[in-house]
Each structure stands twice: as C-alpha cells, then as structure tokens.
C-alpha cells in the first residue's frame, strides 16, 4: 500500500477513492465487468477492503448507485423550468435519456435490483431527491399532486411518465437507434433530431 493511500485511509476517504474506482471500472467495462478485487487494485488498498468497509459487492454498488442517483438528480434539477407542464416533463424526459446516453455503464448499475441495496435508507433518499423535479413536472401535467417521500403509495401518471423516459433510455444505452438511423452515431442523432418529436408526440402542449 502506498504513502498517500494509507493517508487518504487515515483520513477518512478509502470509502470514497474505492467509490471512484468502482464507478470508473463500470464506466469502462459495464457493470459485468466489475469486481471487488478490480476496485481494490485501482484504489490501490488490499483486496479485502472493499468487503471490510462495504459489506461486500453489494453494499460498494449500492455507494456507486447513491453517487450516480446524486449526480442525475444535480443534472435534472438544474433544468430550467419554463412554468408550461408539457414542455417542462419533456424536459425532464430529454434530460433522464441523455444522461443514461452519457453514462450508460451507471444507468445499468441503478436499473439492476438484484445488484444493489434498494431498500437502503440513503439510497431511497437519494433515488427520490433525483427525480423531484421530473415528479413535479409529471404531477402538474396530470394535474395530480407531487410524489412525497413520506408516501410510498403507487402513483399511475408517475408510472407512466417514468415509463416512457425509462424505456426510451434503455432504447438509446442498448444501441436501438442504429437500427433505423444509418449514421456514424446514431444515438446522438436520434437523441437530437428524433426524440424532442418523440416526446412532443407523447406529452402535447
């Protein structure tokens, strides 16, 4: 172990250097490609670390999940909003798809249950802070109230609206586009050609 890891390690931030080097790996390699002794190389730490300060895979994925929930939610709530509920939920929409576009490897991971702690109080917390604004700019385009963190009730616009981005995500991370779009990328084409016409489509003014 180096110098400057057992510091870091002294200080406090191993968790966050093992965070880092997990979310890089899955940025690269997907979330497949990952392992815990792959983390721990990175991070330059002892290939029991990861198990000792996360519990193991799943509570290190959880962390990245956490991380990437933080980093779509700083993305989506910093859209601008034009007080019309249409355009604002298209908005929202356009914004989940491109950030899925530009990280598919971590859209993946927060998609994947079976990987991840999804009944962690932090990454509940940080899952709903993410969608706030898409779920305020659903509920004023359905005319319903707002989801609440303290009401874990099953909303149907909230579904609907979710499933629509959701699944125009996983059209674009799984390459989907170039089945119709003969062009070097497809994918961004369609993201800024196509799918502002997708979305207009689906949610009208």
């Known amino acids: 172990m180096s110098r400057t890891t057992r510091d870091n390690y002294h200080h406090g931030d191993l968790k966050m250097a093992l965070i880092e080097a997990a979310e ?34 799943k509570g290190l994925l959880t962390a990245v999940a956490i991380r990437t929930f933080e980093k779509l939610g700083g993305e989506l709530n910093a859209l601008p909003s034009s007080g ?4 604002d939920l298209r908005t929202q929409a356009l914004g989940y798809v491109k950030f899925a576009a530009f990280n598919p490897g971590l859209f993946r991971l927060i998609c994947r ?4 702690d999804f009944k962690d109080p932090a990454f509940m917390q940080a899952s709903f802070a993410a969608l706030t604004q898409y779920g305020h700019a ?34 674009v991370t799984e390459g989907r586009p170039a089945l119709f779009l003969d062009t070097p990328d497809p994918d961004s084409m369609f993201i800024e050609t ?12």
């Open 113 to 116: 249950v079976d990987l991840i």
């Open 194 to 205: 196509m799918l502002p016409s997708v979305l207009l489509a689906t949610w009208p003014d």
């Open 138 to 171: 659903a509920a004023a385009y359905f005319g319903q109230e707002p989801p609440d963190v303290n009401k874990r009730v099953f909303r149907p616009y909230m579904a609907s609206a979710m499933a629509i981005a959701h699944g125009l995500a996983h059209m």
């Open 84 to 87: 019309i509920p249409a355009q």
């Open 24 to 57: 890089a790996i899955i940025q690269a390699e997907g979330v497949d490609g990952f392992t815990l002794r792959k983390a721990a190389r990175s991070a330059g730490v002892s290939p029991g670390a990861p198990s000792h300060h996360f519990s193991g895979t």
